[in-house]
């Protein structure tokens, strides 16, 4: 299994970031899907939850609201998408299922 994230980048407070996962091993259309961040200093927290059937979706309270996540099944990819950006947003972010992650994708938000 390879989980490999993109789309990260820098992008001003307020501002829309589109992240994806590109999954190979795996079809994400039949597993949940989760992804996680971690800002410099601080613990790896989880930020979002796709189910394996339904498509129902979960998020942490600090994303809610702002944060979107989906999947691609034709390009089994579980995607992110950010919106209403703001600095505590700064985090690299990691695709996860089962035990396997990603090498993560830095995200800063920043003037």
């Known amino acids: 299994v390879q989980l490999v994230e993109s789309g990260g980048g820098l992008v001003q407070p307020g501002g829309p970031l589109r992240l994806s996962c590109a999954a190979s091993g795996l079809t994400v259309s039949s597993y949940g899907m989760s992804w996680y961040r971690q800002a410099p200093g601080k613990e790896r927290e989880w930020v979002a939850r796709i189910s394996s059937t339904g498509g129902n979706t979960m998020y942490a309270d600090s994303v809610k609201g702002r944060f979107a996540i989906s999947r691609n099944n034709a390009k089994n990819t579980v995607c992110l998408q950010m919106n209403s950006l703001k600095a505590e947003d700064t985090a690299v972010y990691y695709c996860?299922?089962?035990?396997?992650w990603g090498q993560g994708t830095q995200v800063t938000v920043s003037s």
């Open positions: 996860y299922w089962s035990t396997y």
